[in-house]
Structure formats: C-alpha cells, structure tokens
C-alpha cells in the first residue's frame, strides 16, 4: 500500500507532515458524538446510582474569542436545560445535563491571514463587523464538589467537559451597511479559505453555584454561574481563521433529591 503523502486526508484525519513531525492536525467530526452518549448509559447503569433531577435556565454572555479574531462583542442568549446529578461520594456527586444554548457574537469580524486555496474565489460578504447567531443541544458532564455548612444555604463548586451539536447559524449584517446577509460557512471561506463551519464541538467549563433548602425533603432553589470555554475551532478545517467559542452563563434552577 503506498503510504499517504504529509497532509492528505486518511480516513477523517490528516497525515502528519514531514515539515514538522510534532504537529498532527486531527479533523473533529460527528463520529465522535457517541462519547457523551455512552457517558450518559454508564452514569445511569452505575451500582448505587440515585438520581436528583435538577431544571435551570438563566442567560449566556458569549463572544468569539481566538488568533483569527479582529473584533468580537459579547453577545445575550438564552441557556434552559435539565440534568442528573446520579453517583454521589460523600460531597462529590457526577452527572451530566441537556442543554439548548444561544452563542455568538456582535461586531464579529474574522481576520483573515495567509494564502488562499489555489483556483478559489473569495464569497461577496459585507465589509466591517456583523452578528453571529448560535445555537446548540449541549451535553455537560458535571462533577460537583458541595460544602457543607449547617444551615440551609449550600455553596458548590463544579467543572467538566462539554459536547455540543450545533443546531442553526446565522449571520445578521448592519441595516446600514446594507446587502444580503451572508451565510455562516462565508465569514471562514472569505479570501479563498475553503472552510465550513463545525457541527460538532467540546469545551471546558468550571462553575459555582449556591443551593437554598426551601423544605426539607423537598429540594432546593439554585443559583450558579459557568464559564465555558471552547476546545474545538469553529471550522471544521484548519486553514483558516482560528476562531472558537467562549462563554458566561448566570442561571436559576431548582433541584429536587438529595
């Protein structure tokens, strides 16, 4: 079999180069989606898993944030979900959540560097700034650290991976600035680049909340905060703009179990 030359797509990857051994540029695709999945079965399949079901909602502050980023403004949407919260240590509990969240970003403007792909024309997008419109099912894995205090309130401290699936992406342009609005894959393949934009993403996220007993037995109300920061680039390739997502989010919940 002759071997793959440095660069050429193998099988969703791509080749190491010979230029620079140490880099592997490995392209993320939705065949990688089943992991929170199987996360979920084995959280629920747990010996000794007690379920505490938890509803939130609340609002994301989000921009774009990354070295293929000229400007970028933060961005309000909307962040509801659930999630379960099924193997507990002591004041250590695991779960994991569902989530729809808006993302995006106003005054978005990508900087384009480097060459363009060989016999590729640049789309006709809008000069200057415009809004960048997200949305996404997310998956949260939680761990979750309580303090104990004795009285009713209950501070917590929690982080762990996130898995996203985008659901729509839009962009909106100044009503001044006049044109057609553009699509989303046309902010990356602006000059040449021939990019699209990911379906598929993880991220990182670290929180704090604080719980008030309402009745004993009967749950809890919640209040917690979350930054999220993406792992994966927005564009599926690797060519162009480096742009990822990043995020605040403030919500209210109540939890009911233990």
């Given amino acids: 079999m002759t ?7 193998v099988g969703g990857t791509f080749a190491p180069s010979t230029d620079n051994p140490s880099i592997l540029d490995v392209e993320m695709t939705p065949r990688y989606g089943f992991v929170p999945l199987l996360v979920l079965w084995a959280l629920a399949m747990a010996p000794g898993a007690s379920g505490q079901l938890a509803i939130r909602g609340g609002i994301n502050l989000t921009d774009l944030v990354g070295g293929g980023v000229e400007e970028s403004e933060n961005r ?20 994991a959540e ?12 990508a900087f384009m560097g480097g060459s363009a792909v060989p016999g590729s024309s640049p789309p006709e997008i809008p000069q200057g700034p415009v809004e960048i419109a997200l949305e996404y ?3 949260p894995v939680v761990a979750r650290l309580r303090i104990p205090l004795a009285s009713r309130l209950q501070p917590y401290v ?11 992406c839009s962009v909106t342009v100044d009503a001044q600035a006049g044109g057609a609005d553009p699509v989303c894959d046309d902010l990356l393949t602006r000059e040449g680049f021939d990019e699209k934009v990911r379906e598929y993403e ?6 704090a909340g604080l719980g008030l007993e309402i009745f004993q037995g009967l749950g809890s109300l919640t209040l917690e905060g979350r930054y999220i ?6 564009s599926e390739g690797t060519e162009g703009p480096e742009v990822r997502n990043r995020g605040f989010s403030l919500m209210l919940g109540y939890a009911l179990g233990r």
């Fill in 137 to 139: 099912v997310e998956i």
């Fill in 3 to 9: 071997p793959a030359p440095p660069g050429a797509r």
């Fill in 202 to 207: 993880q991220g990182l996220f670290l929180g």
């Fill in 158 to 168: 929690m982080g762990g991976p996130v898995f996203g699936w985008q659901l729509d």
């Fill in 98 to 109: 569902v989530h729809y969240a808006q993302r995006g970003a106003e005054a978005f403007q």
């Fill in 229 to 234: 920061q993406g792992m994966s680039r927005l």
């Fill in 76 to 95: 309000m949407g909307l962040n509801v979900g659930a999630g379960f919260d099924v193997l507990h240590f002591g004041p250590l509990s695991l779960g």
